[in-house]
Every structure is written in structure tokens, then in C-alpha cells.
């Protein structure tokens, strides 16, 4: 399949919008609700964490989907059908040598170890530092389909997307005030 990530533009183009959250599908293991959501163009890390901070279900806000252990993966990779790269709500900051979620937790890799072959982009270059930029501080990361099923790979701020797992989680881990846990932060 052909690579639809692509470098993009983040000034200009049609505003999208958060969409309702019919169809998540719930995982009991981690007790949250997920949905793919696909978009008609392209959008950076940041804009599709907005539009899953918009969306809602049973009062309780989306955020990026943090795949924290191999169950969430597995069902992640079962339930839905993923034809090209999508933002999940995970961040290499390279300082730090750190994946981060974005809650503000460390990944601990001996949970899951998603990561593709290469690990990140190679057309934006390690930490982004592709020709002409400035390296950046951290490296946004998507799903992408391999022969072993779904991957994580990093790549530059600068690259878009046309889909984004949203994940709903669970009453007790978003708190009474119905927030989707997210770290202010980040």
C-alpha cells in the first residue's frame, strides 16, 4: 500500500471538526471504548489530540488512544481494519531518549514493544531533524499495518495523517469531572 503520510502544510486548508462516538468499540480489558476515525485529509498529531479531546461518549472525553500492554494491542489490531497510518496518543521525546503518553506516563517497553523497523520515518529524518529543519523535541506516533500485523513509528511533527484512534476511557479512570485524563502539559 502506498504511503498516504505526507509532509503538510498546518497553516490553511477546510477546518474539521470532532465527530460523534458511535461505533467505539468496547475492550474489557482495559475498560475503555475505542473508535478509528478516519478524515478526508491529512492532520498533524496535534490537530487530531483537538478533535479526540472534542469528541465524547457517556460524558467522558476522547484523548489520542494510549495502547499501554500487549491486550490493547491485540485488540486494537482484531477489531478494527486499519488501510493506512493513524495517530495513536504516544510521543518519543528524543532529549529524553522516552516514549510518553499523553497522560504524561512513561511507555514501559517491557509492557509492549510495538515499534516497526525502521522506528521512525526515515524521510524526516531521526528526532525530525530532516534537511532544512531544526531537530525537534519529540516525535509524534502512528499505527501502521506490517506483515506482523499493526506497528508504532515515529516520525516529524510535520507529517499528517487521515486517521486517529480515539480512546474513551473508563468513568473511574477519567475522573468525576469527565475529563479523558489528560495530561495539561503536553
Same mark, same amino acid.
Given at each position: %500500500?502506498?504511503?498516504?503520510? !505526507?509532509?503538510?502544510?498546518?497553516?490553511?486548508?477546510?477546518? $474539521?471538526?470532532?465527530? !460523534?462516538?458511535?461505533?467505539?468499540?468496547?475492550?474489557?480489558?482495559?475498560?475503555?471504548?475505542?473508535? $478509528?476515525?478516519?478524515?478526508?485529509?491529512?492532520?498533524?498529531?496535534?490537530?487530531?489530540? *483537538?478533535?479526540?479531546?472534542? %469528541?465524547?461518549?457517556?460524558?467522558?472525553?476522547?484523548?489520542? *488512544?494510549?495502547?499501554?500492554?500487549?491486550?490493547?494491542?491485540?485488540?486494537?489490531?482484531?477489531?478494527?481494519?486499519?488501510?493506512?497510518?493513524?495517530?495513536?496518543? $504516544?510521543? +518519543?521525546?528524543?532529549?529524553?531518549?522516552?516514549?510518553?503518553?499523553?497522560?504524561?506516563?512513561?511507555?514501559?517497553?517491557?509492557?509492549?514493544?510495538?515499534?516497526?523497523?525502521?522506528?521512525?520515518?526515515?524521510?524526516? !529524518?531521526?528526532?525530525?531533524?530532516?534537511?532544512?529543519? *531544526?531537530?525537534?523535541?519529540?516525535?509524534?506516533? +502512528? +499505527? $501502521?499495518?506490517?506483515?506482523?500485523?499493526?506497528?508504532?513509528?515515529?516520525?516529524?511533527?510535520?507529517?499528517?495523517?487521515?486517521?486517529?484512534?480515539?480512546?474513551?476511557?473508563?468513568?473511574?479512570?477519567?475522573?468525576?469531572? !469527565?475529563?479523558?485524563?489528560? *495530561?495539561?502539559?503536553?
Amino acid at each position: %500500500m502506498a504511503l498516504v503520510f !505526507g509532509l503538510m502544510l498546518l497553516a490553511g486548508g477546510p477546518a $474539521l471538526r470532532a465527530e !460523534g462516538a458511535s461505533g467505539a468499540k468496547f475492550d474489557p480489558h482495559s475498560k475503555s471504548h475505542f473508535l $478509528l476515525r478516519e478524515l478526508p485529509q491529512a492532520v498533524s498529531w496535534f490537530q487530531a489530540r *483537538a478533535l479526540a479531546s472534542q %469528541m465524547e461518549r457517556d460524558g467522558v472525553r476522547g484523548r489520542l *488512544a494510549l495502547v499501554r500492554d500487549a491486550a490493547t494491542h491485540l485488540f486494537l489490531e482484531k477489531t478494527f481494519e486499519l488501510t493506512g497510518e493513524a495517530w495513536i496518543g $504516544l510521543r +518519543y521525546w528524543c532529549r529524553l531518549q522516552r516514549a510518553k503518553w499523553v497522560t504524561g506516563e512513561n511507555h514501559d517497553r517491557s509492557r509492549l514493544n510495538a515499534w516497526a523497523e525502521p522506528w521512525y520515518l526515515e524521510e524526516t !529524518g531521526h528526532c525530525g531533524g530532516e534537511r532544512g529543519h *531544526a531537530a525537534a523535541a519529540y516525535m509524534p506516533v +502512528y +499505527y $501502521l499495518t506490517q506483515d506482523k500485523g499493526f506497528r508504532w513509528r515515529a516520525a516529524s511533527p510535520r507529517v499528517g495523517a487521515e486517521r486517529f484512534f480515539v480512546e474513551f476511557p473508563s468513568q473511574e479512570e477519567a475522573g468525576a469531572d !469527565g475529563e479523558g485524563a489528560e *495530561a495539561s502539559a503536553n
